[in-house]
């Protein structure tokens, strides 16, 4: 299984509404990923997990919650979004910083999230 | 800091021609370098990478790019452009940041491709 794959693929909700976007890989990856990505715009990385431990936050505001629960999942909860939240979310995962020459980065195909 | 720069919004090439995404790159040391594709509300795919040896890449879907130290340079190339190439494409140079390997990415081109 060399994929990412990410649920729900497209996702509308209130500005009051809780709901939550998944994260799946079976690669024996160690490092998963969150980015935001606007259109025609490159990825922008909102958070990195390494070892299921945060490691990078890029000082993303508090209505998005990250959750790694394992070495094959991560969740993005997300709690009283704005209009401006609306995206393409993308998750990707590789090996750390080992020093390896092919750590394997693999995004999946991402939730585009409608905030009304 | 690394950082690859695309000086080009938009690339538009008839079909059957050759096609090419430029590229320059600015690192500390030995760049490792990628080309992703974007179709359409998809994810990012890998197309190719420079890591060490040849200048000449060759990755998916009858890409290849080219690897200049002298010019900083890493263009994407094809040699007969198809219609379903037409995407956006990003330049990328990897960069280490709290223990994870982190692709900085280009501002993206679009590349239309037209029959």
């Known amino acids: 299984d060399t994929e990412v794959t990410q649920t729900p693929k497209h996702l509308v909700m209130g500005m009051t509404n809780k709901k939550s976007l998944k994260c799946e890989q079976h690669?024996?990856?160690?490092?998963m990923y969150w980015y935001k990505q606007k259109a025609k715009k490159p990825p922008e990385l909102m958070f990195v997990?390494?070892?299921?431990?945060?490691?990078i936050n890029e000082s993303v505001p508090s209505r998005f919650s990250p959750e790694c629960p394992n070495s094959s999942l991560l969740n993005l909860h997300l709690h009283a979004l704005q209009p401006e939240d609306s995206a393409l979310y993308l998750c990707?995962?590789?090996?750390?910083?080992?020093?390896?020459?092919?750590?394997?980065?693999?995004f999946g195909s991402g939730t585009r999230l409608t905030v009304v | 800091a690394q950082s690859v720069a695309q000086p080009e919004d938009q690339v538009k090439v008839a079909e059957g021609n050759p096609l090419t995404v430029k590229c320059t790159y600015s690192?500390?040391?030995?760049?490792?370098l990628f080309w992703y594709v974007q179709y359409p509300n998809r994810g990012l795919q890998f197309l190719l990478k420079?890591?060490?040896?040849?200048?000449l890449v060759k990755g998916s879907y009858g890409f290849e790019a080219e690897f200049n130290k002298s010019q900083t340079s890493f263009h994407l190339k094809k040699p007969s452009a198809l219609v379903s190439d037409s995407a956006l494409y990003f330049c990328?140079?990897?960069?280490?940041?709290?223990?994870?390997?982190?692709?900085?990415f280009g501002r993206g081109t679009s590349l239309i491709v037209h029959p």
């Open positions: 420079y890591i060490t040896g040849d200048n």
């Open positions: 990707a995962s590789s090996q750390p910083a080992t020093g390896a020459v092919n750590y394997g980065y693999t």
């Open positions: 997990y390494s070892y299921e431990k945060l490691s």
């Open positions: 990328a140079v990897r960069t280490e940041s709290g223990g994870s390997y982190i692709p900085t």
């Open positions: 690669m024996g990856h160690r490092a």
């Open positions: 690192v500390s040391g030995n760049p490792y």
